[in-house]
């Protein structure tokens, strides 16, 4: 790990790449020894937009840093072949071993922007299937709700984070679940019990006049979730426009793993047509999550109602429980850029 790293920064500096961005504060090199991992379940409706790949992508590179542990992966868009995207991703690499939970009822049927969930079955010029797997059988997978009760009961209180990318399809049926042979707690309590933050991509604070795709298209889910969440439990919200102008254009994604094709995000922008304004929203909670706060700019404190117009309305006080990403200036659109580039470019 560390000599592709040497060698990566190698090429950048040969290359003229290297940025003002990339320094220690930036998150862009190993942790010291004494930094604790932190526990991460990644929540994604991965399938239909890139950004949720560079998430896992760079959860996976955090593991193999010593930054965070991943505890698993929620599939939360309905089929066994997106759940096979996540496994292709977990066996590439070097996590296969990672449970993966499926929802099998949940939102049926949304928009699907860049469509890869042919991931698993991509071929070389000689037939051979590309990329490996570790699960040879999605039935027997749990619905994402269960896993999440049985990765929770195991943890210490108070230390797991949710990266929640996507529907929140599963995390509503956790929320809504009955003691079972992993904890005799429900869920709210369970979340209560072991959850320390939840960062989630959503929600709408500022500029926009809509609400939050992820939200509306799951509304029915999304407003148990926000009715049963523990008020004592942190919630810190990426809005769209954070990552808005933070773009990895195809060419460069392309260009950045030029090592080998056999790569599955460079195998989707190879295969798909990935320029359809593709912006890195769905990183932005996962660097949070593991790099802390000094890299964000946070509202203060509050609580956030979600209306029956699927609308997310803040309101400031000392005692809430929810916080949200504020958008910056250009320099940090491109700090951020570069820190998704940086891991995507790791060997």
Known sequence: MFKSIIRMLAVWICGGMIVASCSKDDGMVPPSPEQTPTLIIYDTDIGSSTDDLFGLEMLHRYHDQGRCRLLGVVSDREGEEYAACTDVMNTYFGHGFLPVGMVRNGVKNPPVWIDYKELPNYTD???????????????????GW????RL???QPDHSVSICS???????????????????PLNGVDLVR????CIYLMGGVFHNSVEPDFNFRKSFAFAREFFRLWPKDVDMVFSPMEVGE???????????????????????????CNCNTGQMMWDPMPVIQAVEGDELFLLSERGTVEFREDAMTVFTPSATGNCRYQKAK????????LDKIRWYNMIK
């Open 152 to 154: 929770l009961s195991a």
């Open 245 to 271: 102008n933070v773009e990895y254009k195809p060419e460069q994604v392309i260009s950045d793993v030029s090592w080998t094709d056999a790569h599955p995000i460079k195998q989707v922008y190879m295969r």
């Open 329 to 336: 200036n250009t320099t940090w659109n491109q700090a951020m």
């Open 146 to 149: 269960e896993l999440y009760r």
């Open 165 to 183: 990318v996507g529907f929140v399809t599963a995390l509503a049926q956790l929320l809504a679940s009955e003691p079972d042979q992993y904890s």
């Open 193 to 196: 019990q072991k959850v320390k």
């Open 125 to 143: 010029g000689n037939g051979k299937l590309m990329f490996r797997r570790s699960i040879t059988d999605y039935t027997t997978l749990p619905d």
